[in-house]
């Protein structure tokens, strides 16, 4: 079983609707949950970033961890073409001996937002 | 503001042959990594650094080196390139306290024959 669990889609959603992620894992030492956003043949950006469990909102996206059934999502509300492209997860626990904390990444959900 | 930068953006390559791709960033990031991404795959970690002089393995090293001279650049060297290193390679950097919150580069697109 992987550690995260992604589903590549594609979605395919009209313009305007209310989309909806979801990425499952199976590492209760995660802490700190990060959806990336990749558009075609670029390199992916963080969207959103989420501590522990809880909601958080930023324009028209919201993440939303819950740890006790090790889920997150990603709800993108008035989708926008602009809005195309591959929606990654991706988590990591606690400190390594390196000070850096090891992620550990999704597959990638591929969306498309039709006009 | 640069972020990250990464040459070449296309490369192909022989079977055997080696190079090495570049990434510098203006951030003044001590973390900085390479990653490819394949098709059903995702990303891997191959190489990363947490400062000038320090790098560690990741998950897929075997076939590349890296050197991290300077805080601002760290070159992945392909030693003898195979036809499994094509792949989409991306740099990415951090500050060190921070918690998964990269900025990556474009990408270079490597094919080996």
């Known amino acids: 079983q992987k550690e995260v669990e992604q589903d590549p889609g594609p979605l395919s959603v009209p313009e305007g609707a209310i989309v909806s992620l979801n990425c499952t894992y199976s590492n209760s030492a995660f802490q700190y949950f990060m959806w990336y956003r990749q558009y075609s043949r670029k390199g992916p950006e963080l969207l959103m970033y989420?501590?522990s469990s809880g909601n958080k909102e930023d324009g028209r996206f919201t993440a939303q961890v819950d740890k006790s059934s090790k889920y997150i999502s990603l709800f993108i509300r008035d989708s926008q073409p602009s809005d195309s492209a591959t929606y990654l997860c991706a988590m990591s626990g606690s400190l390594n001996a390196g000070n850096n904390r090891k992620l550990i990444w999704g597959l990638g959900t591929s969306l498309a937002v039709n006009p | 503001n640069a972020g990250v930068t990464q040459t070449p953006k296309f490369q192909v390559l022989k079977t055997g042959q080696s190079m090495t791709l570049q990434c510098a960033q203006d951030?003044?990031?001590?973390?900085m990594s390479w990653y490819r991404q394949d098709p059903g795959m995702g990303l891997r970690l191959i190489h990363y650094s947490v400062g000038a002089g320090i790098t560690d393995q990741g998950e897929v090293p075997n076939g590349y080196n890296v050197s991290r001279s300077t805080t601002e650049d760290f070159p992945l060297r392909l030693l003898s390139a195979a036809p499994s290193q094509t792949s989409v390679y991306f740099c990415a950097s951090s500050y060190l306290a921070a918690r998964g919150e990269l900025f990556f580069g474009e990408g270079s697109r490597l094919t080996v024959l």
């Open positions: 989420t501590y």
């Open positions: 951030m003044n990031h001590e973390y």
